[in-house]
């Protein structure tokens, strides 16, 4: 079972070798954007999730969920197809972990896939009921479970079909805020851990908060992490590190929570509503929350601003 952690690659890579949103492969085969698909689509769509469909099922399967009788499956026929089958498969997929090695315990990246989240996450819940530690594990580079989860993001990705995206995220992000609290709650100090330092950008590294600001997750999934580390929507990090001395905090050549949600091209003013700024005043700062009306103007600002920067 070795084999099993390559497929996760660098730890510096967006997990990129599966899709980093299931959304979008119902998305991929609604080729007309009409929010549905066929028998054929439905079988594909579902084995490239890893819910496999015996041949003999499946004329039953496809009219026991496609309730209107279109001859299709809609996109909220295909979400409740995914958590029933999910279900249908959990004692398969804890069985599979009984079979692990004490040594196979301790890394859960082979289970934080997308296919697994299509699937709730259920290896990496038994995972932990057997191995908790495993939550802590500390792999290259100071990444852990946290980070790796994270980085599977949401399908913010422009398709034809707005129910493709909206319907798949719900599962992606039900499936993603469930493990992620039990991983804090094994390992709470895995919100402070740092990742992916960049010389140029964020010297520091990135905190999980940082990491799913980036990936424009969701405003629940932020709450989860801003509760778990309030402190870390209030650091202001250095974009450079100096050639002397130690950097001190500043607005001008600093980054921090809000700056990179704002820096972020769909971040949702929700989100920003969450998130304080800093204004400076003497011996150090003032952290002020923004009105509704402010945090939604930012986001509109933030979305033109990136739509300019794609011209160039």
């Not at 009409?34 to 028998?39: R, T, V």
């Not at 026991?64 to 299709?72: I, M, P, T, Y």
């Not at 129910?163 to 992620?180: D, E, F, P, W």
């Not at 500043?250 to 820096?263: F, P, Q, V």
């Amino acid at each position: 079972m070795g084999n099993k952690s390559s497929a996760i690659g660098d730890e510096s890579m967006d997990l990129k070798g599966e899709d980093g949103s299931f959304t979008s492969t119902f998305a991929n085969l609604d080729a007309d954007g009409s929010g549905a698909i066929d028998k054929e689509e439905f079988v594909a769509a579902a084995s490239s999730l890893g819910l496999e469909i015996p041949p003999d099922e499946v004329d039953e399967t496809f009219a026991r969920f496609d309730k209107d009788n279109s001859n299709s499956i809609e996109q909220d026929e295909f979400v409740q197809f995914c958590l029933e089958h999910a279900a249908r498969f959990g004692n398969e997929d804890a069985s599979a972990i009984a079979e692990l090695t004490d040594e196979e315990l301790e890394d859960m990246r082979p289970y934080l896939g997308p296919r697994e989240a299509a699937r709730g996450f259920v290896k990496a819940h038994t995972l932990l009921q057997r191995n908790p530690a495993a939550a802590g594990k500390k792999f290259d580079r100071n990444w852990m479970p946290i980070h790796y989860l994270i980085q599977l993001e949401p399908n913010n990705k422009n398709t034809k079909s707005s129910k493709a995206k909206s319907a798949g995220n719900l599962l992606l992000i039900k499936a993603t805020l469930s493990l992620l609290e039990k991983i804090i709650e094994l390992a709470p100090d895995c919100v402070q851990a740092r990742v992916l330092e960049n010389p140029n950008g964020c010297p520091m590294g990135y905190l999980p908060l940082y990491l799913a600001l980036k990936k424009c997750w969701p405003i629940d999934v932020i709450r989860v992490l801003i509760t778990a580390y309030p402190e870390g929507m209030r650091i202001i990090d250095p974009s450079k590190i100096p050639k002397k001395g130690i950097p001190k905090p500043s607005l001008k050549a600093g980054i921090w929570a809000r700056k990179i949600a704002e820096n972020t091209e769909r971040c949702p003013p929700e989100v920003l509503e969450l998130l304080p700024k800093p204004k400076k005043k003497k011996g150090g700062f003032d952290w002020l929350l923004v009105t509704k009306e402010d945090a939604e103007k930012a986001a509109a600002k933030a979305a033109a601003k990136a739509k300019a920067n794609k011209k160039k």
